[in-house]
T-cell receptor, first 117, second 114 residues
Framework: DAGVTQSPTHLIKTRGQQVTLRCSPKSGHDTVSWYQQALGQGPQFIFQYYEEEERQRGNFPDRFSGHQFPNYSSELNVNALLLGDSALYLC????????????????FGSGTQLSVL | AQSVTQLDSQVPVFEEAPVELRCNYSSSVSVYLFWYVQYPNQGLQLLLKYLSGSTLVESINGFEAEFNKSQTSFHLRKPSVHISDTAEYFCAVSDRSNDYKLSFGAGTTVTVRA
């Protein structure tokens, strides 16, 4: 049973460019959340997708956008990259039934390390 | 608004010694508390959680944490660590005031030495 998979594992971009990160959720999961983990800090919630719609959003600018596909996989897009966007981007998946709002069964991928030069 | 403070950024410890990782949170409503572990080059894994009921919760690999409402703390302990416990540990909290979004602390790096 494959867990949460993210691609690519590493990425180098320059300021002003755009980037797309991809995530495939754990088999059977229908909800995907994205987190940004800057060096030396804990993960910060970016947004969550369910039924192909953004359900929750953290305190991130509109440069950060996402998409969820019918097969539940998801993309994170960041436009007009800034040096401060350099971070590990984590995807987490979960199942919407039960008590998803309690984050009890959140599975994380290994992340995409984005470096902005 | 909620926040999480992990008081120690780095904790070196010898193998078979006890370890305690401190976590304090701020929230004005009922909270749900979590500890996640991140091994090198891996994603975060849930270690244990407090949702309700007994204030002492345990993991399958010997860690335990106690919810202390009066001190707004959720410290993580293990009586005897192994080399394999070397990792980064994150405390996290969610509550209805923030629509149950997870808020993480900055993390504590535990390095176990022989």
């Amino acid at each position: 049973d494959a867990g949460v998979t993210q691609s690519p594992t590493h990425l180098i971009k320059t300021r002003g460019q755009q980037v797309t990160l991809r995530c495939s959720p754990k088999s059977g999961h229908d909800t995907v959340s994205w987190y940004q983990q800057a060096l030396g800090q804990g993960p910060q919630f970016i947004f969550q997708y369910y039924e192909e719609e953004e359900r929750q959003r953290g305190n991130f600018p509109d440069r950060f956008s996402g998409h969820q596909f019918p097969n539940y996989s998801s993309e994170l897009n960041v436009n007009a990259l800034l040096l401060g966007d350099s971070a590990l981007y984590l995807c987490a998946s979960s199942l919407s039934v039960g008590r998803p709002h309690l984050n009890e069964k959140l599975f994380f991928g290994s992340g995409t390390q984005l470096s902005v030069l | 608004a909620q926040s999480v403070t992990q008081l120690d950024s780095q904790v070196p410890v010898f193998e078979e010694a006890p370890v305690e990782l401190r976590c304090n949170y701020s929230s004005s409503v009922s909270v749900y508390l979590f500890w996640y572990v991140q091994y090198p080059n891996q994603g975060l894994q849930l270690l244990l959680k407090y949702l309700s009921g007994s204030t002492l919760v345990e993991s399958i690999n010997g860690f335990e944490a106690e919810f202390n409402k009066s001190q707004t703390s959720f410290h993580l302990r293990k009586p005897s660590v192994h080399i394999s416990d070397t990792a980064e540990y994150f405390c996290a909290v969610s509550d209805r005031s923030n629509d149950y979004k997870l808020s993480f602390g900055a993390g504590t790096t535990v390095t176990v030495r022989a």
